[in-house]
């Protein structure tokens, strides 16, 4: 490709590790002769052929730092500054990605505004060809990378300087080594440009000692009840689970458990069934997960919230045979249901199994539970997790976060997913207490209640929830040990007010997808956040790599796809092998000889610590919840009149990612497509936004411009209004003008009429929590967080505060 001067330069992320230095970062490395040979080889010792094979020699290593095959770097020559774009693919040569290059340069135009243009771009320089007129003082915040003329000695170095906030001195060293590589490479101009290495050998093997550093070999040989049942046996008094009012003891939930396993027995159901559990945070939940592990069966946790036509989905491609369900959550599941639906209430109240000859419970090797999660084809994919990949976390968490007797757990996370998993095992082996919390039913003034009521110790949760709880758990933090957060990136102020607010908790951060059982990198933030978005480092059962699109391991600071290896690695998806094998592939080098591809951008820092910077595809994480785009997109464009739906990612009123939707649509409307997505998707995979357009803006190559989407979300957001003064009069009395104005502040929308429903206009659970919160604060009234999901009009809720409080006056 060539360059143009409507493409910027391709920018190099910062690298650094803590606090700016006040000076730039400067760093020298003696051409070698491998390397001089190249050089010459190419050029035949011509400086501007020389600039010319040093432009291409760092854009094959930039390309590799910044994942992208078309990168494009700054390069100073005669006339000032240009711009050159070289397409890394393609190239069968090193020859023709020589002379790639120099077609590119020819063509690049001149920098029209260097001081924006090479902000965070790689400048290239040679001391033979000299800087023109380009003046130093608006390269501050470029890294420079030059060539200089010979010394004394007949040596000439590769030099690098960057600006104090975008790298260290280390990261240049490794760079300066890559491009040293790859000139190394250049001596035989007719050999493969795939070939080139964009990375030293000896950088390369530092990132996968990295990778290794803290992996034990040795497979955990149990299974999740059998830590447990140890448990039971050795304090069978102690307090268990806590579920509002309701408590059993181990000996109680155990004996629960086991009169769910002997009815699912009774059922026919055993090793190699898989069992549907459809339950929300009461004192059977438990029991009944359990239970289903303890008939040798794989529980299948299905989300109350979900509509029936998507648990249709998940029991029919999970083949269940049997579904165990809370009574009063039967209304929700799928009308023609084959498999055998049994109340866990009374399940769990039956009579306990009598011993079996043989092994009648779990093996290591069992399959222990199947979660789905969003699929980009647009269907839900189960993942399927046997008991020995699970065992392996659950056998690292008790000892990294430090559970014991002693441990009292704030159970949050929906039991539908598996961040619960990282709660409900570890806790029971641990003989802690697990205390059930209904985040959709409990405000975060009543979750702190909560914590200090039950002298709670330990919590997991999603930092878009931690955000508006954090502020309350003073009142708990006695007893509190430590928070976890895990889901979604972690930003440097909820950091710091963690630290501010509960000086001396814990704050850990977890990462790791579903289909590496949970749990695959930790740390605890200190006091300090740092400049990025550090991820941690590989836990006791993971091995992690970093490559680039060739899958090719790359060093540390450079930009690629994180895999993960190791013990707690996933079989794969249920029914669908084309994907199994796409993201679990063959790995020689891996533990298990396979790994998986997250899918998500990541770099090694030289601590052995992980920066998250992305994701390689469109995959978002909307409140914690994976949601792949294109599967609402298939989802919206099935229903009746939507012609195609185009789907993408943008910042929603409390800043935080949400879904927006456009759609070329004919014979329907707004309304109707929202009801039609809500019922056949979860809550979180609703777009907050729905749009009608007549055409979908598409790019040259026929595809649909996603961005021109975001930059038109971007110019439609209306500004967030002021509170309203009280209105009354046609429009509705003054509790309803009132929270009409909390409504629109929240959303920051347009004006909303009083049958405007806030979940239709936006909303979601987290800014649900607002409102409630302003209405507390400003009315001095306490809706309940149930009865506003219930309804949630502007003139609902003006009823509930009438309700709660007659006499109100606004």
């Known amino acids: 490709m060539t360059s143009d001067s409507a493409v910027p330069a391709t920018t190099i992320r910062p690298r650094r590790t803590g606090a700016a230095p006040s000076a730039r970062a400067r760093t020298g490395l003696a051409l070698g002769p491998a390397a001089a040979d190249g050089l010459a080889r190419v050029s035949g010792g011509r400086p501007l052929e020389e600039l010319v094979a040093l432009t291409a020699a760092t854009a094959v290593v930039v390309g590799a730092a910044e994942h992208t095959d078309e990168p494009v770097l700054a390069v100073s020559g005669p006339a000032g500054p240009v711009l050159c774009g070289i397409g890394l693919t393609g190239r069968s040569t090193v020859g023709d990605l020589v002379r790639a290059a120099d077609s590119a340069l020819r063509s690049a135009p001149a920098v029209p505004d260097e001081e924006t243009a090479l902000a965070g771009a790689v400048l290239v320089r040679s001391a033979r060809v000299g800087?023109?007129?380009?003046?130093?003082?608006?390269?501050?915040?470029?890294?420079?990378?030059?060539?200089?003329?010979?010394?004394?000695?007949?040596v000439r170095e590769l030099v690098a300087e960057a600006g104090p906030d975008r790298a260290e001195a280390w990261f240049l060293d490794v760079l300066l080594r890559s491009v040293s590589g790859v000139l190394a490479g250049f001596t035989d101009p007719h050999g493969p440009a795939a070939a080139l290495p964009p990375a030293a050998a000896d950088d390369v093997a530092q990132a996968v000692e990295l990778g290794r550093r803290g992996f034990v070999p040795e497979i955990v040989p149990t299974t999740l009840t059998a830590p447990i049942e140890e448990t039971v046996r050795a304090h069978p008094d102690r307090t268990a689970v806590v579920a509002g009012a309701q408590t059993l003891t181990y000996r109680e939930f155990w004996q629960a458990a086991q009169a769910v396993a002997a009815r699912l027995r009774t059922a026919g159901i055993g090793r190699g069934h898989r069992v549907g559990v459809l339950t929300g945070k009461t004192v059977h939940a438990v029991p009944a997960i359990v239970g289903t592990?303890?008939?040798?069966?794989?529980?299948?946790?299905?989300?109350?919230?979900?509509?029936?036509?998507?648990?249709?989905?998940?029991?029919?491609?999970?083949?269940?045979?049997?579904?165990?369900?809370?009574?009063?959550?039967?209304?929700?599941?799928?009308?023609?249901?084959?498999?055998?639906?049994?109340?866990?209430?009374?399940?769990?109240?039956?009579?306990?199994?009598?011993?079996?000859?043989?092994?009648?419970?779990?093996?290591?090797?069992?399959?222990?539970?199947?979660?789905?999660?969003?699929?980009?084809t647009g269907k839900p994919k189960g993942v399927e997790i046997r008991h020995r990949a699970i065992a392996s976390y659950v056998h690292w968490k008790v000892r990294h976060h430090g559970l014991d007797a002693d441990t009292r757990v704030l159970q949050l996370p929906s039991l539908a997913f598996d961040s619960s998993v990282a709660d409900l095992f570890?806790?029971?082996?641990?003989?802690?207490?697990?205390?059930?919390?209904?985040?959709?039913q409990l405000l975060p003034r009543q979750l702190a209640e909560l914590a200090e009521q039950h002298r709670i110790t330990h919590l997991t949760t999603v930092p878009s929830l931690y955000r508006v709880l954090v502020g309350e758990l003073p009142r708990a933090a006695a007893s509190l040990r430590a928070v976890t957060v895990a889901g979604e990136a972690t930003t440097p102020d909820l950091v710091g007010r963690h630290h501010e607010l509960l000086p001396g908790v814990r704050l850990i951060n977890e990462y790791g997808p579903t289909e590496s059982s949970v749990g695959a990198t930790a740390f605890d933030h200190g006091t300090s956040a740092g400049p990025g978005c550090p991820i941690g480092r590989p836990i006791a059962n993971t091995v992690a790599t970093v490559t680039g699109a060739d899958g090719r391991i790359l060093p540390v600071g450079f930009?690629?796809?994180?895999?993960?290896?190791?013990?707690?690695?996933?079989?794969?998806?249920?029914?669908?092998?084309?994907?199994?094998?796409?993201?679990?592939?063959?790995?020689a080098g891996a533990p298990g000889g396979r790994s998986y591809r997250t899918g998500d951008l990541v770099w090694w820092r030289p601590d052995g610590m992980l920066e998250f910077t992305g994701r390689a595809d469109d995959q978002v994480k909307i409140r914690g919840h994976r949601v792949e785009p294109g599967?609402?997109?298939?989802?919206?464009?099935?229903?009746?009149?939507?012609?195609?739906?185009?789907?993408?990612?943008?910042?929603?009123?409390?800043?935080?990612?949400?879904?927006?939707?456009?759609?070329?649509?004919?014979?329907?409307?707004?309304?109707?497509?929202?009801?039609?997505?809500?019922?056949?998707?979860?809550?979180?995979?609703?777009?907050?936004?729905?749009?009608?357009?007549?055409?979908?803006?598409?790019?040259?190559?026929?595809?649909?411009?996603?961005?021109?989407?975001?930059?038109?979300?971007?110019?439609?957001a209306a500004p967030a209004p002021a509170p309203s003064p009280p209105r009354t009069g046609a429009g509705g009395d003054a509790v309803e003008a009132r929270v009409r104005a909390i409504f629109e502040e929240v959303l920051g929308s347009g004006p909303i009429g009083p049958d405007g429903d806030f979940f239709e206009e936006g909303g979601h659970s987290l800014l649900a929590i607002s409102v409630i919160d302003t209405i507390e604060k400003q009315l001095g009234v306490t809706v309940d967080l149930g009865d506003f999901f219930d309804a949630p009009t502007v003139g609902e809720v003006s009823a509930l505060i009438r309700k709660a409080g007659p006499d109100f006056e606004a």
């Open 559 to 587: 930009v690629g796809e994180l895999r993960l290896a190791g013990h707690g690695l996933a079989d794969g998806y249920r029914n669908r092998p084309e994907l199994t094998a796409a993201a679990f592939v063959a790995d």
């Open 131 to 154: 800087d023109g007129p380009a003046a130093r003082a608006s390269r501050q915040d470029a890294i420079e990378l030059t060539l200089t003329e010979p010394g004394a000695d007949g």
């Open 426 to 440: 570890p806790v029971l082996a641990s003989g802690g207490r697990l205390v059930l919390a209904d985040t959709h």
């Open 631 to 716: 599967e609402v997109e298939s989802v919206l464009g099935r229903l009746p009149g939507v012609r195609q739906a185009a789907v993408a990612v943008v910042s929603g009123p409390d800043g935080a990612p949400a879904l927006a939707a456009w759609m070329e649509a004919a014979d329907t409307t707004v309304e109707e497509i929202r009801a039609g997505a809500g019922a056949a998707l979860p809550p979180a995979m609703v777009p907050a936004s729905l749009t009608l357009v007549d055409a979908l803006p598409r790019m040259v190559s026929g595809k649909i411009d996603r961005g021109a989407l975001v930059r038109l979300a971007g110019a439609d």
């Open 293 to 376: 592990l303890l008939a040798g069966a794989a529980y299948v946790p299905l989300d109350p919230r979900s509509p029936a036509a998507r648990l249709a989905e998940i029991l029919d491609d999970a083949e269940c045979a049997a579904v165990l369900a809370a009574p009063d959550l039967l209304a929700g599941l799928p009308a023609g249901l084959t498999a055998p639906v049994i109340d866990l209430r009374a399940a769990a109240a039956g009579p306990a199994a009598e011993p079996e000859a043989g092994p009648s419970g779990p093996l290591p090797g069992d399959l222990a539970y199947v979660v789905y999660t969003s699929g980009s």
